[in-house]
């Protein structure tokens, strides 16, 4: 039987987000959620979450357009002069890849909300980071060195296989340097005795799913171990991205023919796909341990 993770990403940034998850969870497919340790509703999100012992709880990493944990003088190459990440990501990506100094206040900042994560009292489910800022291969690996020293043990790699889609939708395109990008990340990731999803869907109708392209990738997908993540919110709220379509990813969530479909599939969380799958993974490991 295939094995199926819903996630809602974003928990924390608003309580409608947290609403959203906490009711999808309760009466509807999601299994796991995706923590904002800087969000404006962060408090309120954990609050929530540990009275759901049912929902797979991760840490969703916020590298760009969003507030850090550290304070800004501690990483000014990060942030704008109002104190968020900076938004310009082919410039930051530049300069982490290449500035000692830049990638110092990046590792500082990465392991504050790896320990700001961690003193919530909430077991570690699983890390993504916000616009998978983390396919870029500098922030990639300085999660696996960090996260490892806090229980990191499963991680997405967004490789969404476009047959899938063009299943649902013939016209269905893009992704291309993600999905080149995500699968250099899933190798890295099985190096390291980390845990990740054999396919992700999410990216292309990332805002923007709905009912019928959930029920038809339940219909389409491929064998093994898939996650599909969606942006539930029961409103808008403000910081919210424009166009995304939040209510309409909520009610997919909690539509009967999607609940139908999936109760056909093995659903989890993370850590239960990746306790199962162990063994494999550290037959994978390379001997030295380098990633």
């Known amino acids: 039987m295939n094995g199926l993770i819903v996630t809602a990403d974003d928990f924390g940034a608003a309580v409608e987000v947290n609403e959203a998850v906490e009711r999808a969870?309760?009466?509807?497919?999601?299994?796991?959620?995706?923590?904002?340790?800087?969000?404006?509703?962060?408090?309120?999100?954990?609050?929530?979450?540990?009275?759901?012992?049912?929902?797979g709880v991760g840490l969703h990493l916020v590298l760009v357009e969003g507030r850090p944990v550290l304070?800004?003088?501690?990483?000014?190459?990060?942030?704008?002069?109002?104190?968020?990440?900076?938004?310009?990501?082919?410039?930051?990506?530049?300069?982490?890849?290449?500035?000692?100094?830049?990638r110092r206040q990046l590792a500082n900042e990465i392991e504050a909300q790896f320990e700001a994560f961690a003193a919530t009292?909430?077991?570690?489910?699983?890390?993504?980071?916000?616009?998978?800022?983390?396919?870029?291969?500098?922030?990639?690996?300085?999660?696996?060195?960090?996260?490892?020293?806090?229980?990191?043990?499963?991680?997405?790699?967004?490789?969404?296989?476009?047959?899938?889609?063009?299943?649902?939708?013939?016209g269905a395109a893009g992704g291309e340097v993600e999905r080149f990008c995500a699968g250099r990340l899933h190798d890295r990731l099985w190096a390291a005795g980390i845990w990740s999803p054999d396919q992700?869907?999410?990216?292309?109708?990332?805002?923007?799913?709905?009912?019928?392209?959930?029920?038809?990738?339940?219909?389409?997908?491929?064998?093994g171990i898939s996650e599909i993540?969606?942006?539930?919110?029961?409103?808008?709220?403000?910081?919210?991205?424009p166009g995304y379509r939040y209510t309409q990813e909520y009610a997919a969530l909690l539509a009967p023919d999607v609940a139908a479909r999936a109760c056909a599939l093995?659903?989890?969380r993370f850590w239960d796909f990746a306790a199962s799958d162990r063994g494999d993974i550290m037959g994978r490991r390379r001997p030295n341990g380098r990633v």
Not at 25 to 52: I, K, N, P, Q
Not at 74 to 100: C, H, Y
Not at 229 to 241: D, E, F, R, S, V
Request: glycine share 10%.
């Open 25 to 55: 969870h309760a009466g509807g497919v999601l299994t796991c959620a995706s923590l904002m340790v800087s969000g404006a509703s962060a408090a309120d999100a954990v609050a929530r979450a540990r009275a759901m012992p049912g929902l």
């Open 71 to 102: 304070p800004s003088s501690q990483i000014p190459a990060l942030v704008q002069k109002n104190g968020t990440f900076r938004e310009d990501m082919v410039r930051a990506s530049f300069a982490m890849a290449l500035l000692p100094s830049v």
């Open 121 to 170: 009292g909430l077991r570690l489910d699983h890390v993504n980071a916000h616009k998978h800022f983390y396919l870029h291969p500098t922030i990639a690996r300085l999660v696996i060195e960090i996260g490892c020293h806090y229980g990191l043990a499963a991680m997405r790699a967004p490789r969404e296989p476009l047959s899938v889609l063009r299943k649902i939708e013939p």
């Open 200 to 223: 992700v869907f999410g990216l292309c109708w990332s805002g923007a799913m709905n009912a019928q392209r959930l029920a038809g990738l339940l219909d389409n997908l491929p064998d």
């Open 229 to 241: 993540y969606l942006h539930p919110a029961t409103g808008a709220y403000p910081g919210a991205a």
């Open 266 to 268: 093995r659903k989890g």
